[in-house]
């Protein structure tokens, strides 16, 4: 390690602030993606599952009604581009 760089665990704050500035979320909507995140991080799941997740759900919530499942679906399928890409978002999980 040189001297001078972050520490590993600082590694995921520098990418946070790399990123642009994105329209803000509803405070509801962000407590309930960070509840998921947290709920999943308590079962186990790793960190860049944990990404990945938070960023699909952000994108869902600034598009759609995240507490209605057939606005959800509706999006998704009408969504342009491809259908692996479409498959991130509806990945069967369990989440217990």
Aim: proline fraction near 7%.
């Amino acid at each position: 390690m040189n001297p001078g760089s972050p520490a590993p665990q600082a590694g995921i704050l520098d990418q946070a602030r790399l990123r642009p500035q994105q329209a803000d979320l509803r405070p509801s909507v962000k407590g309930k993606i960070i509840n998921t995140l947290f709920h999943l991080k308590n079962i186990g799941k790793a960190e860049s599952t944990l990404r990945g997740y938070s960023y699909r759900l952000s994108y869902l919530a600034k598009h759609v009604d995240l507490d209605d499942p057939e606005a959800v679906k509706e999006f998704i399928a009408n969504k342009r581009g491809e259908s692996s890409h479409k498959d991130g978002f509806v990945k069967p999980t369990t989440i217990t």
